[in-house]
Structure formats: C-alpha cells, structure tokens
C-alpha cells in the first residue's frame, strides 16, 4: 500500500507557472506507474499525465503536451508535475495517483491509490 500526498498548488495569473509535487509513503514507489489527473468543479476526473514506474516513459493529454511535464524521484518517493503557460481553463483540483499494473493508463479506473488533491486556480 502507498499512500499519497500532494503539494505546490496555488493561484496565479495566466501564463505563470507551478510545479505540483506527490509524496508517496513506503519503501515501494518504484513499482508503481504514476498518475496525474485533474478535476474541475461540474466535471469529471480527467487524465492529465502519467509516468512508468524508472520513468522511461511518459504519456500526456494533448491539453497538457508541450506545457506540462511529469518526472520522478525514485531517492525521494516523489512525483512532478511541472505546468507551464498555465490558463484559466487549468484550474482544477489535481490529484496523484498510483497503478500497479505496469501499464500506461489514462483511465481512473486502473489506478488504486490517489492522493487528496491540490487546487490551482489561474485567472486571466
């Protein structure tokens, strides 16, 4: 079991960046993929981005492709997400989260463990 904790949320302006941090607890991080999604008041969870378990490989929504960026700290059991030229449409309350199959979801259904989220709030 893992358990997740996320960080680095806030509100900025248009344009400005952040980077979003998950910790995870326990000594298994690295046999987890790792997931970011987002979730927008009236709407569904939504993938975001997602890293394979050494962090060789990673995967993007298109909203999120040349502006955000996932890494991995196998030495500090954490998770990045690093978002650029942010726009209003970004604001959400995004969440970690970790999957145990070995594969690349986009899909919440796969993943097991989820952190309690963080809100970002862009205004224009």
Request: proline letters at 2%; one cysteine or more; aromatic letters at 12%.
């Amino acid at each position: 079991q893992v358990q997740l904790v996320e960080s680095g949320g806030g509100s900025v302006q248009a344009g400005d960046s952040l980077r979003l941090s998950c910790a995870a607890s326990g000594r298994t991080f690295s046999v987890y993929n790792m997931g970011w999604f987002r979730q927008a008041p009236g709407k569904e969870r939504e993938f975001v981005a997602s890293i394979s378990r050494i962090g060789s490989s990673t995967y993007y929504a298109d909203s999120a492709k040349g502006r955000f960026t996932i890494s991995r700290d196998g030495a500090k059991n954490t998770v990045y997400l690093q978002m650029n030229s942010l726009k209003p449409e970004d604001t959400a309350v995004y969440y970690c989260a970790a999957d145990r199959s070995g594969v690349l979801h986009t899909s919440t259904q796969y993943y097991d463990y989820w952190g309690q989220g963080t809100q970002v709030t862009v205004s224009s």
